[in-house]
């Protein structure tokens, strides 16, 4: 098990080893969660090779969206 210590700017490092362990790198995203106990989860969202693809699907929308209609929804939110 590997130990780390909050800074006074409540930063923390993750230790090489498990960085290596899981290949996690700079600029990741990963999500902090508390459990009831108070223990602290430190979860990476899984990485993507392409987002777009993700984002907006394969293929192409057939439905046409209207400026006006992004505008109104727009002033909605």
Do not use: C, W, Y
Request: proline letters at 4%; glycine letters at 6%; zero cysteines.
């Amino acid at each position: 098990m590997s130990r780390t210590k909050v800074t006074s700017k409540f930063q923390l490092t993750i230790p090489k080893d498990i960085r290596e362990q899981v290949d996690l790198r700079p600029g990741e995203v990963v999500e902090v969660q508390v459990d009831d106990e108070g223990v602290i989860i430190i979860k990476r969202f899984r990485r993507v090779k392409d987002p777009l693809n993700v984002l907006i699907g394969r293929t192409a929308s057939t439905r046409h969206v209207g400026i006006e209609e992004l505008e109104e929804k727009a002033e909605t939110r």
